[in-house]
């Protein structure tokens, strides 16, 4: 995207922010945006009690309810009521913009008709509004011309095949903006359609979104005393924006290699410019395109994963594929895995992987994209394992694997995909394999001695399954499927908590499995610049105390991949610094196959390209 055209962008999305979420005054003083005005309305604010508003009409009594409950919800996990307040406000507040924001780039690139850009052939309305004006006058005399009636509609048109975004149920949306600032947004948005037609539209919007804020915390951090980053703050604090030619430059070299590694004579190589030709790669067994897999942990919004798609829909190709739409879901459900912290992120990520394909296959339907964010709070409000046991008395023996499960996600929100996990789980389920087949090997042993029994019988695991694999994967299904019909019950407070649920036990999969390539833009964060109780969290996960946020990323890296796996990151330090810190580093890399660093900072496509340039960009590290 041209500077230009970016710098119209930043102007509209920090708009949309400070109108639907707040904005501080250069004084520092918080000005409320229209979200908490609204929020006032139905008796909620910060640093107060609740109080009963009698005069709400049905819309938004049940948003105040929601509201009560996300808040509480948070309380109950252990957060602070304002903080709550904040967070519900927040989240709302990108839930609208990414929706309005996904639409207008999808119309913008032709695969929806338009429902956000007004023109003044329809009296100013979108053509989708224009129509169902047309099917509905009644709608016109309405107090928002009918403006929420086309949203929604659109919003359960776009959730058959995007539910994670647009979900007519989600609690996010359920306190809307004022019709005057819906409006104003959508006014906003009728800008010309080169804004949003680029495939890294929403990833700029996404950037802009967080710029203020970011500023803010840093400020924070360098102008007050013992200022610390923790909570809200750490999303904005770490997320940097990954430039194009350094993502292709990664993914080309990673992805690109493993299929280069796997097949010599390969054309694909050819179309990618960044590709270095000349590394030591060894071959590497075969296997089919569909058994790749490639996690990005810190997805941001999505550019690996876009870049990797190219990659991933050229490779099914050669490979022999020939169905559109069928690649574009073995992609979604075999190769892809992200995970984030920023809900907003994953928003984002899912909405440019979808666009992505849909202008590919237009009849392609996901069925899952593989991407879960991690601002997971479980309420303790009531013993939910307990009420799950009651109804499938058969998992009782898993009672101590899925206490661990709940509270090893409590600071998912801070820890994202650093959370230890599976490990913990994992012991629990092979200590109680264990005991059964401790049992099992006693009760053979008596049977061998029975006149009536010739052959040893074999010991077996709980749920009806052959292998210890199978037997995990059933407690996760079953797990999803219990506390999903939570999130479609009426209880708002057993939605929250089935929510958060179905995030965890997604986390908890993505993170038990490991993978063929692991592409990420670490986050940056020294141990000094965190408050006590998250710099105490990472030193608990890494004995060694990592120097920082980064480090403790390259950490995690290594129990993730595969031992033929590629790893590829970009690191903020300069070619001296890094000639003498990082390749120390590598130690921790030791037992992979290849890996791959591209510098960012003062780097550029012609540093790239310099042959002195990628002696540090590139290590070859054979096993």
């Not at 993914?251 to 010599?264: I, Y």
């Amino acid at each position: 995207m041209e500077q230009q055209l970016k710098s119209k962008l930043k102007s509209i999305v920090i708009e949309i922010r400070h109108l639907l979420e707040g904005f501080y005054d250069r004084a520092g003083n918080w000005i409320s945006g229209d979200l908490e005005l609204k929020l006032i309305t139905l008796g909620i604010r910060r640093n107060e009690s609740p109080i009963d508003i009698s005069s709400l009409d049905e819309t938004e009594t049940k948003a105040r309810e929601i509201a009560l409950s996300f808040i509480q919800n948070i309380v109950d996990a252990g957060g602070i009521h304002n903080d709550a307040i904040t967070e519900f406000i927040r989240e709302t507040a990108y839930t609208w913009a990414n929706r309005l924001f996904a639409l207008r780039c999808m119309e913008a690139r032709s695969i929806i008709d338009e429902v956000i850009l007004q023109k003044t052939n329809y009296g100013g309305r979108s053509l989708q509004h224009h129509r169902m004006i047309q099917r509905n006058p009644e709608l016109a005399s309405s107090s928002d011309d009918g403006l929420y009636s086309v949203l929604f509609a659109e919003f359960e048109e776009r959730a058959k095949e995007l539910p994670s975004l647009f979900d007519n149920n989600s609690v996010k949306i359920a306190l809307r903006p004022n019709v005057s600032a819906i409006q104003k947004c959508i006014e906003l948005l009728s800008a010309p359609d080169e804004l949003f037609s680029a495939p890294d539209a929403l990833g700029w919007a996404y950037q802009y979104w967080n710029t203020e804020e970011k500023d803010r915390v840093f400020e924070k951090v360098k102008t007050v005393k013992d200022a610390k980053i923790e909570k809200l703050d750490i999303i904005p604090a770490t997320q940097l924006y990954t430039e194009p030619y350094m993502v292709k430059f990664l993914v080309q070299n990673s992805l690109g290699a493993t299929w280069f590694q796997m097949h010599p004579e390969t054309q694909l190589l050819n179309k990618w410019e960044y590709f270095v030709k000349d590394a030591d790669r060894a071959p590497i067994k075969k296997k089919s395109i569909k058994e790749v897999s490639f996690l990005d942990p810190c997805v941001g919004s999505g550019h690996f994963h876009l870049e990797a798609f190219d990659l991933f829909y050229s490779m099914y190709l050669e490979e022999g594929f020939v169905n559109p739409s069928e690649i574009c879901l073995s992609i979604f459900e075999n190769n892809l895995y992200g995970i984030d912290i920023d809900e907003r992120a994953i928003q984002i990520s899912a909405a440019s992987l979808y666009m992505k394909a849909k202008e590919i296959a237009p009849d392609f339907v996901p069925k899952a994209i593989n991407l879960v964010a991690t601002n997971i709070h479980l309420s303790h409000e009531k013993d939910h394992i307990e009420e799950y046991l009651k109804k499938y008395p058969e998992d009782k023996p898993l009672r101590n694997a899925l206490v661990t499960i709940f509270d090893g996600l409590k600071h998912a929100d801070e820890l994202g995909s650093l959370l230890q996990i599976e490990e913990p789980v994992d012991k629990e389920l092979k200590l109680l394999k264990s005991k059964e087949d401790d049992e099992r090997a006693f009760i053979d042993e008596k049977l061998k001695d029975s006149l009536f029994q010739v052959t040893t019988l074999q010991g077996h695991l709980p749920l009806d399954v052959d292998t210890y694999d199978d037997w995990k994967k059933k407690v996760l299904v079953r797990l999803k499927n219990h506390f999903e019909k939570e999130t479609k019950g009426q209880n708002i407070s057993n939605k929250l908590f089935g929510e958060a649920v179905g995030k965890g036990l997604s986390l908890f999969d993505f993170l038990s499995r490991k993978y063929d390539i692991l592409v990420a833009n670490p986050p940056y964060l020294a141990l000094s610049k965190m408050s006590e109780k998250f710099r105490n969290r990472i030193l608990n996960i890494f004995q060694n105390r990592p120097a920082d946020l980064f480090v403790a990323f390259l950490e995690m890296y290594k129990t993730k991949l595969k031992r033929d796996g590629f790893l590829a990151f970009l690191t903020l330090h300069n070619w001296m610094f890094l000639s003498t810190f990082e390749i120390i580093r590598l130690d921790l890399l030791k037992d992979l196959h290849f890996s791959v660093f591209a510098h960012l900072g003062t780097g550029t496509m012609k540093e790239l390209s310099n042959p002195n340039a990628q002696g540090f960009c590139m290590f070859c590290l054979q096993k």
